[in-house]
């Protein structure tokens, strides 16, 4: 079968915090085309029910599917978390059996445990993901040894999204919570920022720990994982088209995602509106 001319790789987030993945992943494998979808007019998804961010993400998928992408990675942890497997398992076989969707929780999960001394690791993320417990869950499959702490931060998306993270006020928010994961063991000496939007804060975190406690963020491993999956997978890597292009697509204002977007993809980008069905 011939290469589609069109396949790009999708890649969606409820908002912004996929950009940050996407950048890393274009970096590693700059050859493929992709394809980026922000759920900006609904998001944040992080205090949302499961059926609510499953069925977001669902639609959202598809919406990538219609538009040739072959294999979606949901570079939002809270999606991941709430949404992948039930799409895998349940959706994926019904609706396009040929088609993959990956997450990024399980790059960071795999590996945690060899950046930890004292066998205590933390993870932060938002309230859907902690609550969820899928770290707690992958971590114990590559390292059960590990004992996990965790603390969701509702407040650090919205302070990201709203460009308000680099004021005074967001440190106050920043400072609770990197202190509240401390509270609970002080012996933790590797964290994951278990959400794609903190990279931006990564700087400001670290000033509440100390410098020998690790961060892991997920951009450059995912990216490797992603690297890796296409070379154990060649029936699926064919399958992607080669122009080194780029494409954004915004639910929500393109203006004001441009505007955005460039603080997390670290280049200007230009972005086209999708339309979804509100009325389901
Ligand atoms: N960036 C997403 C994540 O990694 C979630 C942000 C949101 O709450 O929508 O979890």
Redesign the pocket.
């Known amino acids: 079968m011939s290469v589609p001319e069109h396949s790009p790789i999708g890649v969606f ?3 912004f ?2 950009l940050t993945v996407l950048k890393e992943i274009v970096k590693e494998l700059p050859q493929y085309d992709y394809l980026y979808l922000g759920d900006n007019a609904r ?5 949302r029910s499961y059926e609510t961010v499953y069925e977001y993400t669902l639609e959202c998928v598809k919406q990538l599917f219609d538009k040739g992408c072959h294999l979606v990675i949901l ?5 991941s978390a709430k949404a992948l497997r039930t799409i895998q398992q349940k959706d994926l076989p019904k609706l396009a059996s040929n088609k993959r969707v990956l997450g ?1 929780i399980r790059p960071t999960t795999e590996i945690i445990g060899n950046y930890s001394s004292t066998k205590q690791v933390g993870v932060l ?2 309230a ?2 902690v609550s969820s417990g899928s770290y707690i869950v992958e971590i114990e499959k590559f390292f059960p040894e590990l004992k996990v702490f965790q603390e969701a931060c509702p407040m650090w ?1 919205p302070l990201i999204e709203n460009n308000e993270f680099d004021n005074k006020g967001a440190e106050y928010f920043i400072k609770k919570h990197v202190e509240a994961l401390m509270k609970q063991s002080p012996k933790i000496d590797a964290i994951i920022l ?4 903190y990279p931006l804060i990564e700087n400001k975190i670290k000033k509440f720990l100390s410098p020998d406690v690790k961060l892991l963020s997920q951009g450059n491993l995912v990216a490797k994982g992603l690297k890796e999956y296409l070379n154990r997978h060649p029936e699926m890597e064919k399958n992607c088209s080669k122009n080194g292009s780029l494409t954004f697509f915004t639910t929500d204002m393109p203006e004001a995602f441009d505007k955005n977007a460039s603080l997390f993809f670290g280049k200007e980008v230009k972005a086209k509106h999708l339309a979804l069905d509100f009325r389901h």
Do not use: E, I, R
């Open positions: 987030d409820s908002g915090g996929g998001a944040p998804y992080g205090s570079a939002c942890n809270t999606a990024v993320g938002t859907g993901t998306v278990g959400c794609t939007h």
